[in-house]
């Protein structure tokens, strides 16, 4: 068998040593990169950087031969944009105000050339394996770097740099595009972060709200199973003002741990039971007790996580509904099930009515025109 020989003289990395002022000014983050600030900070990195190795000085970027449009965020990157790809950290901390008064004078980039951020993003996972120590909420912070981060917008609340909600939201709404989507890398990130964008913003200026959780009370605090169903929530619910608005409700209800009340036959104020987000409150009071089916506190497509999914959905369908609860129907546990069903119907009817608003907005256009 006679082998041919592959070109590869464009697939080489150029070299050049130059000042580390400019490698900090003038190659940017790469769109997708961590909270390298943070991780500056942190004493392994400080430990790691505080004794100058020649390692250090090994540093590698990307530069874009055209201009280019991120498909996700629309921002806009010139031609002749640098990124670096490897080697954030240590540039952060080598210029931050606690590591002392020395940088080096110089770093040796090894890059090349590419034509698109895809490919920029490519790069960068090179040397950012998700199998690295870097933590998956680390990822995350890279991909609402990119997706928020030109418009002045920052995520920091922790209840929203979990993976495993946004992961598992973007499946459930999204179940023929990422259903077979796993692996938390930085690419699958930022492409679920972007289709939930709005319900992840929405969610925001709730948690940001002064009054949610701003009354101490002995229910469960917030965690992640809440994050998810209050993100695919707003994704059913968005275009339904009077459910949206009941869902807010319903989230800073939970929040306070305040259960809505009736006065008994005594004239006594108890605690309403045919309302639902007061079963939804109670049940997870009882998270550590083991002992509820409705109630888990792992997000993993176990069946326990699934019957749990279909509580949580099931007990805000029915109070954004307005409906009262007496016991929980036999059929409980396949709501998440029936959730997707509906969520199909809904995507459909909403494709139908974009389809004809722009069929209207064509037709008025060309009508317009037939009269000039």
């Given at each position: 068998m006679t082998k041919q020989t592959l070109n590869v003289a464009d697939l080489f990395y150029q070299q050049e040593i130059i000042d580390s002022k400019e490698w900090h000014e003038d190659w940017e983050c790469?769109?997708?990169?961590?909270?390298?600030?943070?991780?500056?900070?942190?004493?392994?990195?400080?430990?790691?950087?505080?004794?100058?190795?020649?390692?250090?000085?090994?540093?590698?970027?990307?530069?874009?031969?055209?201009?280019?449009?991120?498909?996700?965020?629309?921002?806009?990157?010139?031609?002749?944009?640098?990124?670096?790809?490897?080697?954030?950290?240590?540039?952060?901390?080598?210029?931050a105000d606690y590591s002392g008064d020395l940088v080096p004078e110089k770093v040796r980039v090894s890059y090349r050339h590419v034509n698109s951020i895809e490919e920029v993003i490519r790069e960068y996972k090179m040397f950012d394996s998700p199998d690295d120590v870097e933590q998956a909420s680390d990822r995350l912070d890279g991909a609402y770097r990119d997706i928020f981060r030109h418009r002045g917008i920052q995520i920091t609340d922790g209840k929203l740099r979990k993976v495993e909600p946004i992961q598992y939201a973007a499946q459930q709404c999204f179940p023929v595009k990422y259903g077979d989507m796993t692996k938390t890398d930085v690419i699958n990130l930022r492409l679920w972060v972007a289709d939930l964008e709005d319900s992840i913003l929405w969610l925001k200026a709730i948690f940001d709200n002064k009054d949610f959780g701003k009354k101490k009370h002995s229910f469960s605090g917030h965690i992640n199973p809440f994050t998810l169903t209050y993100l695919v929530s707003y994704m059913r619910y968005k275009d339904e003002p009077r459910k949206l608005e009941l869902l807010e409700k319903f989230i800073f209800r939970v929040s306070n741990g305040k259960l809505s009340g009736i006065q008994d036959d005594e004239g006594d104020w108890v605690p309403d039971d045919s309302c639902p987000c007061n079963r939804f409150i109670k049940d997870w009071s009882m998270l550590k007790t083991n002992t509820l089916p409705t109630v888990f506190a792992a997000i993993n497509g176990s069946d326990q996580s699934n019957n749990m999914r279909s509580f949580c959905l099931l007990m805000v369908d029915m109070f954004v509904n307005e409906r009262e609860l007496t016991i929980l129907p036999n059929n409980w546990r396949k709501t998440l099930s029936k959730w997707y069903d509906d969520w199909q119907i809904e995507v459909k009817r909403r494709n139908l009515i974009a389809t004809k608003q722009q069929s209207e907005v064509l037709e008025s256009a060309f009508n317009i025109t037939s009269t000039v």
């Open positions: 790469c769109p997708t990169q961590r909270d390298h600030e943070e991780r500056a900070k942190k004493p392994k990195h400080q430990k790691k950087f505080r004794k100058l190795q020649s390692s250090h000085l090994e540093v590698n970027g990307v530069i874009l031969d055209k201009d280019c449009v991120c498909t996700e965020t629309g921002k806009e990157y010139k031609a002749g944009t640098k990124f670096k790809t490897n080697g954030h950290t240590r540039d952060e901390y080598w210029w």
